[in-house]
C-alpha cells in the first residue's frame, strides 16, 4: 500500500518535471521505497519472534500440568539448548485419560470376585463333562455375517489388515459352529470363556458392556431328542444356584411352535425371522409398542398381529402345552406339533433334574438370533415372590436376563465344506450381569490373595533365615510371602497379615530358633503356639486342611 501511494504520487509529481529530473525522482522515490519494505520486514521478524516465544511459553504451561505430580520437578518442561519444545516429543501431550467406552477398568477386588465366580461356573461345566477349547478373537467378517439377524448392525468391523476384512467377535456360538465345520467335529461337549465385542449402548451399571466375558456351554452331535436340551437347562439352574444371586426362573419356548404360530396367524414365511425379532423386545417393551412395530415396519397386517398377540402373551407349564395342542388353529400345522411334542418331553426331564420348579413355558420369548431352530431358553432373576414356574404374572418381576441359548442345528452346516450338519444345543451365562450383582451386594472387603502363611521376623538380622523358611514353604506347594524390606517392624508385618486377611503367620526370633521352634500365630484369634521347626510345615497344613 505505501509504495503504491508513493508511486502515485511520483507519478503526479513526475508530470511537472522535465525529463531530466524525472531520472532524480524515480531513484530517489525507489530509495525510499526499498526503506519502507525493509522496515515492514524487521517489524513483522520482531512480531514472529514475540509469537514463537509465547507459543513456547504455552508449551511448558501445558508440560507443566501433564508431568506435575507433586514433587516440584519441572526440568522436563524446559527444553534443552538447540532441542525442541518438549511438546514435540512423543508422550508429552495433555491427554483425557479414560477407558473406551462400554468398557471397565477392574482392581484387585473386582477380579477376586470375577475369579471366584468363574471358578463356580467352571466346576459346574467340568462337573457335566465338558472339555475346553478356545478361537481367534476376531474372524473373517463374512463368517459372522447373516447369523445375527437385526443384531449384524452391532458388530466391530476391523480395517483391511494383510487383504483380510476381518471383525471382532459378537459371541462365541458362531466361532465353534465354525470351529466344529472346519474341523470336521462331529461330537463334542466343550465349554468356553472368553471375552466378545458388541457396537452396543454400554448400561455399565446393569452388567451391560461393549466388551465382556461370556460363558458357554454346548452338546454338538447327533443325539435322541430333547436329553442334551434338558443337559443345558439343568447347567443353567446349578450355575445360578451355586452362584447365589437370588431367585430365578428359566423361560422355555420352541421355534418350531413360534413358527407354527405365525403360520397359523397368517404372516408370509420370509418375513417370519423379523416377525421373531419384534416378538423378542416383549420382555423389555410393552406389547402395544411391539405391535406397532410389527405393522408400521415390518410391514404385517393388522388381522394378522392381532392374532400373535393372543399367543405371545401366554406362558404356563404342562397344561399350556395340551391347551395348545387341542387349539384348532394349530393342530393343522406340523412345525407346532413337533414342537409342543419337543416341549412336553423338555418339560418331563426337568421334572427328572428336579428343575421343573425354576422353569416356565412362555410364548413371548423368541430370541432373535437368525440361527436357532429348535428349544430356546432365558434365564431371569426376579426382583420379588417366588419362582414358581411363573404361574403368577406379579412373580414375574425380572430385574435381567442372565442367561440363553438354544438349539442350533443348521449353523454348523455353513461353514463344512460338504455342508455337512451337526445338530448343536447350548447356552450362554452373562457373568458380567451376575459381576455386577454380587458387586452390588458385596459389603466389607474382599480378600484378593490366597497367601496362606506369612513368614515374619521379631527383629533385626534375620532376613536371611526367612528366605530360607521361605523357600522351604514354596517348596512344599504352601502359598507363602514375606516382607521385601530387611528389617520390618513387627507390627507392621502383622497388621500386613491382618489387613490382606492371611490366615497364619510364622514368626522367627533368635531365641526361638536357638531352641529348634518357631511361633505359629493364628492371624483372626492372635493365638500363638511354638512348634517345632523340622514339623511346623506338616502342623502347618493339618490346620489348613481342617480349616477349608
Not at 443337559?231 to 444371586?245: F, N, P, S, T, Y
Not at 426362573?249 to 421355534?255: A, E, G
Amino acid at each position: 500500500m505505501l509504495a503504491r501511494q508513493l508511486l502515485l504520487g511520483a507519478g503526479c509529481s513526475l508530470r511537472r518535471f522535465s525529463s531530466a529530473s524525472r531520472g532524480a525522482v524515480v531513484a530517489s522515490t525507489m530509495q525510499a521505497i526499498r526503506a519502507g519494505e525493509e522496515d515492514v520486514r524487521q517489524r513483522l521478524a520482531q512480531i514472529n519472534e514475540e509469537v514463537q516465544k509465547l507459543l513456547a511459553l504455552k508449551e511448558q504451561l501445558k508440560q507443566l500440568t501433564v508431568d506435575d505430580d507433586g514433587s516440584g520437578e519441572t526440568a522436563a518442561a524446559t527444553p534443552a539448548p538447540g532441542k525442541p519444545a518438549a511438546a514435540s516429543e512423543p508422550g508429552n501431550r495433555n491427554l483425557s485419560l479414560k477407558t473406551p467406552k462400554g468398557t471397565r477398568d477392574y482392581g484387585p477386588e473386582a477380579m477376586a470376585l470375577r475369579q471366584r465366580v468363574l471358578d463356580q461356573v467352571v466346576r459346574v461345566f467340568r462337573r457335566h463333562g465338558a472339555e475346553t477349547i478356545d478361537t481367534p478373537v476376531f474372524e473373517l467378517k463374512e463368517v459372522l455375517t447373516g447369523k445375527y439377524g437385526e443384531d449384524s448392525k452391532l458388530i466391530y468391523d476391523l480395517k483391511d489388515q494383510g487383504g483380510e476384512i476381518l471383525a471382532l467377535r459378537y459371541d462365541l456360538t458362531v466361532p465353534f459352529a465354525r470351529y466344529v465345520g472346519m474341523g470336521n467335529v462331529f461330537n463334542i461337549k466343550r465349554y468356553h470363556i472368553a471375552k466378545v465385542y458388541r457396537r452396543d449402548n454400554p448400561q455399565i451399571t446393569r452388567g451391560r458392556y461393549r466388551e465382556f466375558y461370556q460363558c458357554d456351554f454346548d452338546i454338538a452331535g447327533t443325539y435322541d431328542p430333547m436329553l442334551p436340551d434338558a443337559e443345558c437347562v439343568k447347567v443353567v439352574c446349578e450355575i445360578l444356584a451355586e452362584v447365589g444371586v437370588g431367585d430365578f426362573v428359566v423361560k422355555l419356548n420352541h421355534r418350531k411352535l413360534l413358527d407354527g404360530i405365525f403360520e397359523a396367524c397368517g404372516v408370509p414365511a420370509d418375513k417370519f425371522r423379523t416377525a421373531c425379532s419384534s416378538v423378542d423386545k416383549l420382555d423389555k417393551t410393552p406389547w402395544e409398542e411391539v405391535r406397532r412395530e410389527m405393522v408400521e415396519e415390518k410391514g404385517l397386517s393388522e388381522e394378522a398381529v392381532g392374532r400373535i398377540g393372543q399367543f405371545v402373551t401366554l406362558h404356563g407349564g404342562t397344561e399350556l402345552i395340551e391347551r395348545l395342542a387341542a387349539d384348532e388353529t394349530l393342530r393343522g400345522i406340523k412345525v407346532a406339533m413337533e414342537g409342543l411334542e419337543d416341549m412336553r418331553l423338555l418339560l418331563q426331564y426337568c421334572e427328572i433334574f428336579q428343575v421343573a420348579d425354576r422353569v416356565s413355558f412362555d410364548l413371548s420369548l423368541a430370541r432373535g438370533l437368525d440361527y436357532y431352530t429348535g428349544v430356546i431358553y432365558e434365564a431371569v432373576l426376579l426382583g420379588g415372590g417366588g419362582a414358581g414356574g411363573g404361574s403368577s404374572a406379579d412373580e414375574e418381576i425380572t430385574v435381567g436376563s442372565v442367561a440363553g441359548g438354544g438349539r442350533y442345528d443348521n449353523l454348523v452346516g455353513m461353514f463344512n465344506p460338504k455342508r455337512k450338519q451337526v445338530p448343536c444345543v447350548g447356552v450362554s451365562i452373562g457373568v458380567e450381569r451376575l459381576f455386577s450383582i454380587l458387586e452390588a451386594r458385596a459389603g466389607g472387603k474382599t480378600r484378593t490373595n490366597e497367601t496362606e502363611v506369612y513368614v515374619a521376623s521379631a527383629h533385626k538380622g534375620l532376613h536371611l533365615k526367612r528366605l530360607e523358611i521361605l523357600n522351604k514353604l514354596w517348596s512344599a506347594g504352601l502359598k507363602a510371602e514375606h516382607s521385601y524390606k530387611l528389617n520390618p517392624k513387627l507390627l507392621a508385618q502383622l497388621q500386613h497379615c491382618e489387613e490382606y486377611q492371611i490366615p497364619y503367620a510364622v514368626i522367627l526370633g533368635d531365641g526361638e530358633l536357638s531352641r529348634g521352634v518357631v511361633k505359629l500365630r493364628e492371624i483372626a484369634t492372635r493365638k500363638e503356639e511354638e512348634v517345632a521347626l523340622d514339623t511346623f510345615i506338616e502342623e502347618l497344613r493339618r490346620r489348613l486342611l481342617s480349616a477349608a
